[in-house]
C-alpha cells in the first residue's frame, strides 16, 4: 500500500441488517480526514449514501489505494477475487458470523482503521487458485478460487468417480461425492469440515480432500503449489464444479478440469499484532476449556 493512501474503496455485503450504517460511519469518517472515500457500485445502490462516487470493481481496482469491506467472509471472497488482479490491499470489518478473513469488529473500529491508515499495520499475502473446465479440447469456463475448487454429485445422484493426475502423473481414481482442491485459506471453510487439515496461509501448498469417499484409503493430500491438477469425470451423472461456491458449472462425462496456483495474489491488511495463531485460537475455540460441571468456559 502507499505509504500515504488517497483514495479508499468502501464494499459492504448486499442488503445486510445494519450494514448502511456502519458503512456511513466508515465514508464520513474517511470522508472528513481528507481522504477520497468512493463506494463499489452495488454497494451504492444498497445504502444510497449521497456525495460518494461509484465504482465497478474493476474501476476500483484501478483507482483505489485501499478497500475497506464490510461483512463477512463470504464477502470478502466474493470482492477479493475480482480485485485480485489489482493487488489492491484489503481490510476486513466483520459483520458476518465467523470472520477469519473479515477481522475487525464492527465495536471500535474506527479507532483500529485510522491507526492502520497511519501505518500500524501487517502485511500478510495469500494465494489463489485457477481453473478451466476443458470440453473435447476446448475452455467452455474458467474463475478464479481464493478458497476452493470443488468438483461434486448432484443432490439426487450416486457416486462420482473422478480421475486425478498431478503434474501429469496419475495419482489415483477415487469414487466419492466429491472432491474439494483448497488453497491454504480455504483450509479453514469447506476442507476443514470434510476433515481436511489445516494449513497457515504462507505455506506454499494445495490440499486435495476428498468427500465421502467410498475407500477410507483415500485420505486428504498436501501437494507443492506450483502442481498442476487435472481432475477428468469417469463416471456419474449431474456433476458440478463451483469455485468459492460462487461460480459454477455443470460438468459432463470426460470433461476435465485443470487447476494451478494462480499468478495473482490478495494482499490483507491486519492491525498491528495480529497473529494466524490468535485468529484460530478465537474462531475454533481452542480456548475453551470443559470446568468442572462440564460446560465450556
Known amino acids: ?11 459492504g455485503k448486499p442488503q445486510a441488517p445494519g450494514i448502511a450504517q456502519s458503512l456511513s460511519r466508515i465514508a464520513h469518517f474517511f470522508d472528513d480526514a481528507g481522504y477520497t472515500v468512493v463506494l463499489e457500485a452495488e454497494t451504492a445502490r444498497d445504502v444510497e449514501l449521497a456525495g460518494f462516487a461509484a465504482m465497478t470493481p474493476a474501476e476500483i481496482g484501478r483507482h483505489a489505494d ?5 461483512g463477512g467472509d463470504g464477502t470478502m471472497l466474493g470482492i477479493a477475487r475480482q480485485l485480485a488482479p489489482y493487488d489492491v490491499p484489503l481490510i476486513g470489518i466483520n459483520q458476518g458470523r465467523l470472520g477469519f478473513m473479515a477481522d475487525i469488529p464492527l465495536d471500535g473500529m474506527l479507532p483500529v482503521l485510522a491507526g492502520m ?9 495469500r494465494s489463489l487458485l485457477e481453473g478451466c473446465v476443458m470440453r473435447d479440447g ?6 478464479l478460487a481464493f478458497n476452493d475448487v470443488v ?6 445422484a450416486g457416486m462420482v468417480e473422478l480421475r486425478v493426475e498431478v503434474d501429469g502423473h496419475f495419482m489415483y481414481n477415487q469414487r466419492s461425492d466429491g472432491l474439494i482442491v483448497s488453497t491454504p485459506t480455504g483450509s479453514t471453510a469447506y476442507s476443514l469440515s470434510a476433515g481436511g487439515p489445516l494449513l497457515h496461509p504462507s505455506l506454499g501448498g494445495i490440499v486435495l480432500v476428498p468427500i465421502a469417499p467410498h475407500a ?7 501437494i507443492p503449489d506450483s502442481s498442476e491438477i487435472m481432475i ?18 455443470s460438468i459432463l462425462l470426460h470433461d476435465r478440469i485443470h487447476i494451478k496456483r494462480s499468478t495473482h495474489r490478495i494482499t490483507f491488511m491486519h492491525p498491528q ?24 468456559t
Not at 216 to 222: D, E, Q
Open 216 to 222: 477410507l484409503s483415500n485420505r486428504p493430500i498436501v
Open 151 to 156: 468438483v461434486s454429485r448432484g443432490a439426487g
Open 273 to 296: 499484532g495480529w497473529n494466524y495463531y490468535d485468529t484460530l485460537r478465537e474462531k475454533l475455540h481452542w480456548n475453551e476449556y470443559p470446568s468442572a460441571e462440564g460446560q465450556l
Open 117 to 125: 491508515l497511519a501505518g500500524n499495520y501487517e502485511i500478510e499475502l
Open 232 to 249: 477428468e469425470v469417469v463416471s456419474g451423472r449431474d456433476t458440478s464444479v463451483n469455485f468459492d461456491m460462487q461460480s459454477f458449472a
Open 138 to 143: 476446448e475452455s467452455i469456463f474458467s474463475a
Open 1 to 11: 500500500m502507499p505509504l500515504a493512501p488517497k483514495t479508499i474503496a468502501v464494499i
Open 66 to 70: 485501499v478497500a475497506i469491506v464490510v
